[in-house]
């Protein structure tokens, strides 16, 4: 048996294991938070259960809930769940490596390994600059959303000014964090025609999943499209396509649907597609009644969360850069071109067996997720379906089943959620920090491929 110092050095001998052990570390805070007394409204404490789901989404920035946000929690449950949401979006190393900053002045070589796993970052020297680049981003584009949100909340619907700053600070980080909680009980159904609310909000979410090194990249090369990296050229094309596919995807199918867009005017249906188009991006924010779609419409927006967004940002799924890798893998083996090449760049081969891997893993992990739910619930294929796959890519779109799942389905989304929000880091961090570099080569053989 090993203890001591040797032990613990043993314990996290990789840095994606520290970000594990961050973020598990967060979710136990969180959870001990909201089963205080004061954190609920009513009587005594939320249930574990309900406290560990709760703070598992805000954390990995989901937005699934199992309790109504703003009748269940009181101000001071709210205030832990938009704490938990920002760090959660912050990423939980490049929060300790800010608070180490602030304090210290300096990053450890550790330090740097695992911000630099989760960030994404290529150098270490990088580090103390990219952490404090993802903190000045998130909070100026969060302000400036607050400041709209606060505007609207206040001068257009007569809210007190002290709960139109909350109003506006809430959903503006739950926005561009991705997360997808809202203030109101039936998510913003109430708001679906105001652009003043919707777009903003839209936007933040579209910001958020770009990823940091995109915006980064973005003010400092905004004119000069020539210069931008591979990266960058990505994910902008994927989450044009994206936005645009979903959009027109989405308004299309639910145009005549009297439960959805079908009441509203020309200018609310653009709107509210074009809002919705946009939420399946990991935000879980609804304009309508999701319950009231269509399964087919469903079934394209599955596509969209398992996609998600960019890397090194607020987003989840597989990301838009893993599926735009496959894309032009499937496109060159297609063409019968030996190489896949992108924008003028050739893709290295190490790019694709990450991409390939990331995917297979995601899928087993929804296949295996779903079977699970249509074995021991009675849901049905497409909600079982998108439940999961919500949780998985940490959208918080929900067809309203999640709070009446049995306590083991719970579970699983917890578990999902959390999966879902590090698993692509890890895979990664593991694939990128720890090569193996075999000394010698085996005999080549092909098998029947097809």
């Known amino acids: 048996m090993v203890t001591g110092p040797r032990w613990r050095r043993l314990r996290f001998r990789h840095p994606a294991q ?30 574990l259960m309900e406290a560990l789901f709760t703070a598992t989404s805000a954390v990995c920035v989901t937005g699934l809930v199992v309790v109504d946000t703003p009748s269940y929690w009181t101000g001071f449950g709210e205030g832990v769940i938009l704490a938990l949401i920002q760090v959660g979006g912050f990423g939980i190393m490049t929060f300790a490596s800010l608070l180490v900053v602030l304090v210290s002045r300096r990053l450890g070589l550790r330090a740097r390994l695992t911000a630099a796993a989760e960030t994404k970052t290529l150098g270490l020297g990088e580090v103390r600059s990219v952490v404090a680049g993802v903190v000045r981003v998130s909070l100026v584009l969060e302000a400036v959303t607050a400041t709209v ?62 990823g940091f090194p995109v915006l980064f990249e973005l003010r400092r090369r905004l004119r000069r499209p020539h210069t931008w990296s591979l990266h960058t050229k990505i994910v902008l094309w994927a989450t044009g396509a ?7 995807f989405i ?10 867009l079908g009441p509203l005017d020309v200018r ?35 596509v969209l969360m398992f996609v998600g ?74 909600r079982s379906l998108f439940e999961v796959t919500s949780a998985f890519a940490t959208v918080g779109l929900s067809t309203g089943i999640t709070a ?15 999966i879902g929000r590090l698993g692509p880091v890890t ?22 491929i097809g």
Request: glycine share 10%; aromatic share 10%.
């Open 18 to 47: 520290v970000v594990v052990a961050g973020f598990a570390a967060a979710v136990a805070v969180g959870t001990a938070l909201l089963t205080l007394p004061v954190a609920r409204e009513g009587p005594g404490g939320a249930s």
């Open 404 to 418: 009446d799942l049995p306590v083991p389905e719970q579970i699983l989304l917890t578990v999902l959620m959390f």
């Open 309 to 382: 967004g960019a890397s090194a940002g607020t987003a989840g799924g597989i990301k838009v850069t893993t599926f735009a890798v496959l894309f032009f893998v499937i496109y060159a083996e297609v063409r019968g071109e030996g190489a896949v090449n992108i924008f003028n760049r050739r893709l290295h081969g190490d790019v694709q067996r990450q991409a390939l891997t990331v995917v297979l893993l995601a899928v087993a992990a929804v296949a295996a997720s779903t079977i699970v739910f249509m074995v021991f619930t009675d849901f049905s294929l497409d």
């Open 251 to 260: 308004t299309a199918l639910e145009w005549s649907n009297p439960g959805t």
């Open 149 to 210: 949100l606060t505007l609207r909340f206040g001068l257009g619907y007569d809210e007190p000014w002290p709960r139109a700053v909350w109003l506006g600070v809430f959903h503006a980080v739950s926005a561009f964090n991705n997360a997808g909680f809202a203030l109101y009980t039936d998510s913003l159904t109430g708001f679906a025609t105001d652009p003043w609310i919707c777009l903003p909000i839209a936007f933040a979410v579209i910001a958020g999943g770009l």
């Open 242 to 248: 994206f936005l645009a596919g979903g959009t027109v």
């Open 268 to 302: 609310g249906k653009l709107l509210t597609g074009f809002f919705q188009g946009v939420m399946p991006r990991t935000a879980g924010f609804n304009s309508v009644d999701i319950g009231q779609m269509n399964p087919a419409t469903w079934l394209g927006m599955d």
């Open 427 to 448: 895979v990664a961090s593991a694939l990128a920090l720890r090569p193996r570099v075999r000394m010698y080569d085996l005999p080549e053989e092909r098998p029947v």
